[in-house]
């Protein structure tokens, strides 16, 4: 299930986020995951945030109103670059990515994460359709 590659992703993300340093997906990780093409979708996900993550970064602090990127919850810090990542780079509809990971906020993240992730990453792209009209 899509739902549950993504779960296992933002883990990762994380995680990463406490780690400078690239290394190897470690294939256990994912081991969870029964179909071949959830366990592609993650390795994905986590692969492209590591190759564009400075990118993402510079996009979540340039819609950041009134605080530094350095002060958001790492969790939700997280969520932001899997969504962005899905967006950006795998194509994935906007709208289930910002849906799937407010529900993924709920779950791992304080009572108003769900609302700021949607802001930002609803700021986000209102300003690419803007660039891209």
């Given at each position: 299930m899509r739902t549950?590659?993504?779960?296992l992703a933002f883990q990762l993300i994380f995680e990463r986020l406490f780690v400078k340093e690239?290394?190897?997906?470690?294939?256990?990780?994912?081991?969870?995951?029964?179909?071949?093409?959830?366990i592609d979708f993650?390795?994905?996900?986590?692969?492209?945030?590591e190759k564009h993550r400075e990118e993402i970064k510079d996009t979540i602090s340039s819609h950041l109103i009134g605080?530094?990127?350095?002060?958001?919850?790492?969790v939700d810090l997280a969520l932001l670059f899997e969504a962005l990542t899905e967006i950006n780079y795998l194509d994935t509809p906007y709208k289930i990515a910002i849906n799937e990971v407010v529900e993924l906020a709920k779950k791992y993240s304080t009572e108003k994460s769900s609302k700021f992730i949607n802001g930002v990453l609803s700021s986000i792209i209102r300003s690419n359709n803007k660039n891209n009209n």
């Open positions: 549950y590659a993504r779960e690239n290394y190897i997906i470690d294939e256990e990780f994912f081991a969870s995951l029964k179909k071949e093409g959830d993650a390795k994905s996900i986590v692969l492209n945030f605080y530094e990127i350095d002060r958001v919850y790492k």
